[in-house]
């Protein structure tokens, strides 16, 4: 059964799937191709004629990562500002809506991962998901503002996408039985990095209601200073000096020097290059400054992270020697180390090493981010995913949440995830509801946050 919609672009076709009505691969921005390369996204063209979007657009540019959640083959293109919606049924209904951003480090993924499947949230929830894809790595984060004001946001590129998609949503969605005055926008590790960059954003100011960074805060962008020895890096390992030559090289010429740059350099101050960079339009500040001056205190906001994230990064086993330097890395040194042995007795020096990266990854920038937000609002929310994978090596691990989030336990390859047994449905309705919960009323049923209290919710 097929089922059309109008946009602003122009009529498109989808299907019913799963039950619910899903188009696939819908563009939100013109191609960012051939002159368009490192540009800010620009308006579709449109068409006339019935589009079919049954099909879900390719992928961003990406080196194959075999990441857990990587199930799916993923041809991409340059040509890759395409998103995906989930609805339960095309009509006037004002449904409250879930746009979703994907992680991946800002180098691989996509918003067709079955992982992310909208149908849970329609059916169970009467809402409407959108997830995207959007510009990664040097086609989205490489500072090329020294070639003139054309280039002015090229260092966020990425980012702005995430928001051109977010305005696509509030133009259209109330052809898909959307609300665009009840959006809510959600994401994991890079996607979280992405949900509260978007929240400090000026250009998202008022465009969503509701923010759910999961594992990723409002860190890990670049300096503007650090975003531009990067795209020196770039320039160096591509031998090239001028614009020109950069837009006439071939895709895998720029992934391949992106790679390079990735085994080269241990990152700035803790942040990979091509991450978003500051110093521009789209993010003019650090993200945690814009929030601690105000940004998004309207937002209502739900944040968390796994109890052992790093389990995933983790090579290996740690000796003493390397944790060390490690904990001498984060800044505490053998004061550092003296404090998480006295919690954790007995610990070996891996799991030592987890946990350390774990809190200064991911568990302390969401803390920072809801103690930002403490002076204007008490509309801030803590969950810890802390039930563990039947896989030993991986525990609460990162990513885990992402399946009951969404109801998805069923779904290729989160068997690998969670472990043999039975799956555990009970939590995964229970973590479902609560997020269906806060897409529609902005709310959960927990206290929110404070400095004084700290309320949390554990998923367990």
């Given at each position: 059964?097929?089922?059309?919609?109008?946009?602003?672009?122009?009529?498109?076709?989808?299907?019913?799937?799963?039950?619910?009505?899903?188009?696939?691969?819908?563009?939100?921005?013109?191609?960012?191709?051939?002159?368009?390369?490192?540009?800010?996204?620009?308006?579709?063209?449109?068409?006339?004629?019935?589009?079919?979007?049954?099909?879900?657009?390719?992928?961003?540019?990406?080196?194959?990562?075999?990441?857990?959640?990587?199930?799916?083959?993923?041809?991409?293109?340059?040509?890759?500002?395409?998103?995906?919606?989930?609805?339960p049924a095309v009509d006037d209904n004002r449904r409250p809506v879930f746009i979703w951003i994907h992680?991946?480090?800002?180098?691989?993924?996509?918003?067709?991962?079955?992982?992310?499947?909208?149908?849970?949230?329609?059916?169970?929830?009467?809402?409407?998901?959108?997830?995207?894809?959007?510009?990664?790595?040097?086609?989205?984060?490489?500072?090329?503002?020294?070639?003139?004001?054309?280039?002015?946001?090229?260092?966020?590129?990425?980012?702005?996408?995430?928001?051109?998609?977010i305005r696509w949503v509030r133009e259209n969605i109330a052809a898909f039985g959307g609300d665009p005055?009840?959006?809510?926008?959600?994401?994991?590790?890079?996607?979280?990095?992405?949900?509260?960059?978007?929240?400090?954003?000026?250009?998202?100011?008022?465009?969503?209601?509701?923010?759910?960074?999961?594992?990723?805060?409002?860190?890990?962008?670049?300096?503007?200073?650090?975003?531009?020895?990067?795209?020196?890096?770039?320039?160096?390992?591509?031998?090239?000096?001028?614009?020109?030559?950069?837009?006439?090289?071939?895709?895998?010429?720029?992934?391949?020097?992106?790679?390079?740059?990735?085994?080269?350099?241990?990152?700035?101050?803790?942040?990979?290059?091509?991450?978003?960079?500051?110093?521009?339009?789209?993010?003019?500040?650090?993200?945690?400054?814009?929030?601690?001056?105000?940004?998004?205190?309207?937002?209502?906001?739900?944040?968390?992270?796994?109890?052992?994230?790093?389990?995933?990064?983790?090579?290996?086993?740690?000796?003493?020697?390397?944790?060390?330097?490690?904990?001498?890395?984060?800044?505490?040194?053998?004061?550092?180390?003296?404090?998480?042995?006295?919690?954790?007795?007995?610990?070996?020096?891996?799991?030592?090493?987890?946990?350390?990266?774990?809190?200064?990854?991911?568990?302390?920038?969401?803390?920072?981010?809801?103690?930002?937000?403490?002076?204007?609002?008490?509309?801030?929310?803590?969950?810890?995913?802390?039930?563990?994978?039947?896989?030993?090596?991986?525990?609460?691990?990162?990513?885990?949440?992402?399946?009951?989030?969404?109801?998805?336990?069923?779904?290729?390859?989160?068997?690998?995830?969670?472990?043999?047994?039975?799956?555990?449905?009970?939590?995964?309705?229970?973590?479902?509801?609560?997020?269906?919960?806060?897409?529609?009323?902005?709310?959960?049923?927990?206290?929110?946050?404070?400095?004084?209290?700290?309320?949390?919710?554990?998923?367990?």
């Amino acid at each position: 059964m097929s089922v059309i919609a109008e946009t602003t672009s122009g009529p498109i076709q989808g299907r019913v799937k799963d039950d619910v009505v899903l188009f696939s691969g819908v563009p939100y921005a013109a191609a960012p191709v051939g002159p368009l390369r490192f540009r800010a996204p620009q308006p579709h063209e449109g068409w006339e004629e019935v589009r079919q979007t049954t099909r879900f657009g390719l992928a961003a540019p990406q080196v194959a990562t075999g990441g857990m959640t990587n199930t799916v083959p993923v041809p991409w293109s340059e040509d890759c500002l395409y998103l995906n919606i989930s609805t339960p049924a095309v009509d006037d209904n004002r449904r409250p809506v879930f746009i979703w951003i994907h992680g991946g480090g800002y180098r691989s993924g996509q918003g067709a991962v079955p992982w992310y499947n909208g149908a849970s949230f329609a059916n169970r929830g009467d809402i409407v998901t959108v997830s995207i894809n959007y510009r990664m790595g040097v086609f989205a984060f490489a500072d090329l503002s020294r070639f003139g004001d054309d280039y002015a946001t090229s260092g966020a590129n990425g980012t702005l996408d995430q928001i051109t998609a977010i305005r696509w949503v509030r133009e259209n969605i109330a052809a898909f039985g959307g609300d665009p005055e009840q959006i809510t926008i959600g994401g994991e590790s890079a996607g979280g990095f992405s949900v509260a960059t978007v929240l400090a954003s000026p250009l998202a100011q008022g465009l969503f209601r509701g923010a759910i960074p999961q594992s990723g805060a409002a860190h890990h962008t670049l300096s503007k200073a650090d975003g531009e020895q990067c795209t020196d890096l770039l320039l160096s390992q591509l031998g090239v000096s001028d614009l020109q030559s950069l837009l006439s090289l071939d895709a895998e010429s720029l992934l391949a020097a992106q790679t390079e740059i990735d085994k080269s350099q241990r990152g700035f101050n803790g942040v990979s290059p091509f991450y978003p960079v500051e110093g521009n339009p789209v993010v003019p500040v650090n993200p945690l400054q814009a929030i601690k001056a105000g940004a998004g205190r309207d937002v209502a906001v739900l944040t968390g992270t796994n109890k052992d994230e790093a389990t995933l990064f983790v090579m290996g086993e740690v000796d003493e020697a390397r944790l060390q330097r490690e904990a001498e890395r984060y800044g505490g040194g053998a004061a550092l180390l003296e404090t998480y042995r006295a919690a954790m007795p007995g610990a070996s020096a891996t799991e030592l090493s987890v946990a350390m990266s774990t809190d200064f990854t991911f568990r302390l920038p969401a803390i920072r981010l809801a103690e930002a937000r403490a002076a204007f609002t008490d509309r801030t929310w803590m969950y810890l995913f802390a039930w563990e994978s039947r896989n030993p090596a991986l525990k609460s691990t990162h990513a885990l949440e992402i399946p009951f989030v969404f109801n998805t336990l069923s779904k290729p390859g989160v068997a690998a995830f969670i472990g043999q047994g039975e799956p555990p449905q009970a939590l995964a309705d229970t973590m479902h509801d609560a997020w269906i919960e806060f897409i529609r009323t902005g709310s959960v049923s927990w206290a929110p946050y404070t400095p004084e209290d700290r309320q949390c919710m554990i998923f367990d």
